[in-house]
């Protein structure tokens, strides 16, 4: 079946990696590695980040539950600092949007599938820019849905109007792809941009990086 739609990540594929910026937190902090995700990933759906990102705590919240979720491990933070920190590092690639670009004049249909929270003042005016280099946006702040929940992927693909099989999904976090790939829908991780814009070249048939 032919690919008609391509979905973008947004931290991590078409932004620089917020991953970075936890990681830079870690070691200024002396933190153990990787301690935030580990946390993230043990409070789950109910834990203070994941409630950000479906929306359902603002950031006010979020700073004071968060700070008391690393407390209950012996740890103490500043979310607001790590917030302050994330939001440096949310910066397009620029030959991520070149793509993006070149994706639409050729008759692609491209969305962005994220897991975001609701945004306020200059990010939030850079977020709506960003949202016009594309057919279809969803966010995990706006449907209550997170990645790697099969039916964010599912929205994103009905608002598309296409079918599993005629897309392909670029993430930077194995277990989104995952569910990408279980649904049925070509995937590609992104490590290095430069390599994961080659591969999807090769799937979508047009030049999508500029020479030189």
């Not at 932004?15 to 990933?41: C, H, M, Q, V």
């Not at 249909?109 to 897991?115: D, E, G, K, S």
């Amino acid at each position: 079946m032919r690919v008609k739609a391509v979905i973008f990540d947004l931290g991590g594929v078409v932004l620089d990696s917020p991953l970075e910026a936890i990681a830079d937190y870690e070691r200024r902090k002396g933190l153990p590695p990787d301690f935030l995700n580990r946390l993230i990933g043990r409070m789950g759906s109910e834990g203070a980040w994941a409630r950000l990102e479906t929306g359902k705590v603002g950031m006010e919240i979020f700073f004071e539950a968060f700070d008391a979720e690393a407390a209950s491990c012996g740890v103490r933070i500043s979310s607001r600092e790590l917030m302050d920190e994330i939001a440096k590092y949310a910066q397009p690639r620029p030959a991520m949007i070149e793509a993006i670009r070149r994706l639409r004049r050729a008759g692609f249909r491209v969305a962005a599938l994220t897991n975001n929270w609701v945004m306020e003042g200059p990010l939030a005016e850079g977020m709506n820019l960003l949202k016009a280099e594309f057919d279809v946006f969803v966010e995990s702040s706006r449907t209550g849905l997170q990645k790697p929940d099969p039916r964010i992927y599912e929205l994103t693909l009905q608002e598309l109007g296409v079918e599993p099989e005629e897309s392909v999904f670029l993430d930077d976090i194995g277990r989104n792809l995952k569910t990408a790939r279980q649904l049925g829908m070509a995937t590609i991780k992104v490590s290095d941009p430069e390599a994961a814009l080659a591969e999807l070249e090769e799937i979508v048939g047009i030049p999508l990086r500029t020479a030189g």
